[in-house]
């Protein structure tokens, strides 16, 4: 199965991301480890699609996401921010989250800083 992102375009960056899932049911976002993207993240989606809406955005300069650079000193919170700008233009305000490897750094970031 092909499966193709969705570009938003936040006052941040262009973000792409995959969507799949069931509206009304308990939103989640999956972010993705360090050497990998949101394509990581496919094989789950497509078992939780039922039960769930999911998100699984690539960060800032993976995937299909805009390549702007990242500041080595502050990198979790620029991926945060900018998870945060994704989730504000999608209207997500309660959602889980869930990341995998530096995914789990930049989930921890976004709830220290955007709870």
Do not use: C
């Not at 497509?46 to 000193?73: H, Q, S, Y």
Request: hydrophobic residues 40%.
């Amino acid at each position: 199965m092909k499966y193709t992102p969705v570009l938003a375009q936040t006052d941040r960056l262009t973000i792409a991301y995959y969507h799949m899932g069931t509206p009304g049911k308990p939103k989640l976002m999956l972010v993705h480890g360090n050497a990998s993207s949101a394509v990581f993240y496919l094989p789950l989606m497509e078992r939780l699609k039922k039960d769930f809406e999911l998100i699984a955005p690539d960060l800032r300069g993976f995937g299909d996401t805009e390549p702007k650079p990242v500041d080595a000193a502050q990198g979790m919170k620029q991926w945060a921010d900018d998870l945060y700008a994704l989730t504000s233009s999608l209207g997500w305000d309660h959602f889980g989250l869930m990341g995998w490897s530096m995914g789990g750094a930049v989930a921890e970031q976004y709830a220290i800083d955007h709870s």
